[in-house]
């Protein structure tokens, strides 16, 4: 079992950064994909990026590409999520997720262990 714990999240202005932190620890593998996912009343949990522990490999969603950069560190077990130039429509409880298997899906259904989220707000 994983147990992840997200932080980072708050207020900020639109054009203005943030970054999110997720903390794993528990059973991690080399093998698994990190996933950053969002959610806002109303709406399916979305996926934001992803990355893979091993080598770094990277993927993200179209709506945040050049905008928002996924990295982590390894000896700390930690995933970090900075975004920049923040838009409104970017707010939402940001989840982190572990996905056990190949390639760094998009869909929520494929990540088992969840944290319990952290709020961003963008004011416009």
């Known amino acids: 079992q994983v147990q992840l714990v997200e932080s980072g999240g708050g207020l900020v202005q639109a054009g203005g950064s943030l970054r999110l932190s997720c903390a794993a620890s528990?059973?991690?593998?080399?093998?698994?994909?990190m996933g950053w996912f969002r959610r806002t009343p109303g709406k399916e949990r979305e996926f934001v990026a992803g990355i893979t522990w091993s080598i770094g490999l990277t993927r993200y969603a179209t709506s945040v590409k050049g905008r928002f950069t996924i990295s982590r560190d390894n000896a700390k077990n930690t995933v970090f999520l900075q975004m920049n130039s923040l838009k409104p429509e970017d707010t939402a409880v940001y989840y982190c997720?572990?996905?056990?298997?190949?390639?760094?899906?998009?869909?929520?259904?494929?990540?088992?262990?969840w944290g319990q989220g952290t709020q961003v707000t963008v004011s416009s």
């Open positions: 528990g059973r991690t593998f080399s093998s698994d994909v």
């Open positions: 997720a572990t996905h056990r298997g190949p390639g760094i899906p998009n869909a929520e259904n494929y990540f088992g262990s």
